[in-house]
């Protein structure tokens, strides 16, 4: 219990008392969870080795207070789910926003079961992304803040979370329905961490969720979005440790 509070401090969330693992709890959850800590590609860019081990993730994210991405982060929230009495299933998604083709799947999502309800869940996604758990059922439009999602099925993709841009409906990620171990994400990780085609491997990609949208760094590039206008500049060396802090992230040259 002392390190499931740990995680309660880290996201800014009191701990509940009972813990009901309701569909209420786990949006607060998601919601604290994306606003709080930062997806970021720091240690990969460090050569910093990551590691899937729960202790390890638990000393990374909550401990030190770092972030993550994917495979890290929704690795970790898995654990204090299932912790908190959730039934989790864990699956391994192609990440199809702005791809031409069929990637690989390199994506680690979750499918949470409450006791009112069934979701989809996810905090390892720096682009805009639901803030809140997606009802797992098929077609039926779910609105957050600005923002529009639907889980469509498709033959060979299997699910397809979509999200509504500009008023043209575009595929985002997809999962098919075969439960993941830990121990499957090692190699799609270990692309994202070492392979040249990763897009991982060559700048800051920093991104922390906020009430009204997101901030992000990537590179020298700053931006904040806030309901629906989009602020950006390129940022001079000497900017760059503040603009880490607002990540909650130490600055090395």
């Keep these: 219990m002392e390190k499931i509070k740990q995680y309660f401090d880290r996201i800014g969330l009191a701990l509940p008392d009972p813990i009901v693992p309701n569909s209420e709890l ?7 969870h ?25 000393d990374k994210v909550v401990t030190q ?20 009495g959730y039934q989790v299933t864990e699956y391994a998604a192609r990440y199809l926003r702005g791809e031409s083709s069929i990637p690989m799947r390199r994506h680690r999502v979750m499918k949470v079961e409450a006791t ?40 060979f993709l299997g699910w397809v979370l979509m999200d509504l841009y500009h008023g043209q409906w575009r595929q ?9 171990l830990p121990v499957d994400y090692i190699a799609p990780m270990f692309y994202c961490e070492k392979h040249p085609d990763s897009p991982f491997i060559h700048q800051e990609m920093f991104s922390l969720k906020t009430a009204h949208g997101r901030i992000t760094l ?30 909650g992230l130490k600055y090395e040259a």
């Excluded at 786990?26 to 604290?32: D, E, G, R």
């Excluded at 805009?128 to 639907?150: S, T």
């Excluded at 990537?218 to 440790?241: C, I, N, Q, T, W």
Aim: hydrophobic share 35%; proline share 6%.
């Design 26 to 32: 786990l949006k607060q959850l998601q919601f604290a």
């Design 34 to 58: 994306c606003t709080a800590v930062p997806y970021e590609n720091l240690d990969i860019l460090r050569k910093i080795p990551l590691s899937l081990d729960e202790d390890a993730l638990f």
């Design 65 to 84: 207070g770092k972030g993550g991405f994917c495979f890290e982060l929704n690795g970790l929230f898995a654990w204090l789910l299932k912790a908190l």
């Design 116 to 155: 009112d309800g069934v979701w989809i869940c996810d905090v390892g996604i720096g682009e805009v992304c639901p803030r809140y758990p997606i009802r797992f059922v098929e077609g039926e439009e779910q609105p957050q803040f600005d923002e529009c999602y639907r889980l469509d099925k498709d033959p």
């Design 172 to 180: 985002f990620y997809s999962f098919t329905e075969e439960p993941q």
């Design 218 to 247: 990537d590179g020298h590039l700053y931006k904040e979005f806030e309901d629906g206008s989009v602020m950006a500049r390129e940022l001079f060396d000497e900017e760059l440790p503040d603009a880490y802090g607002k990540f």
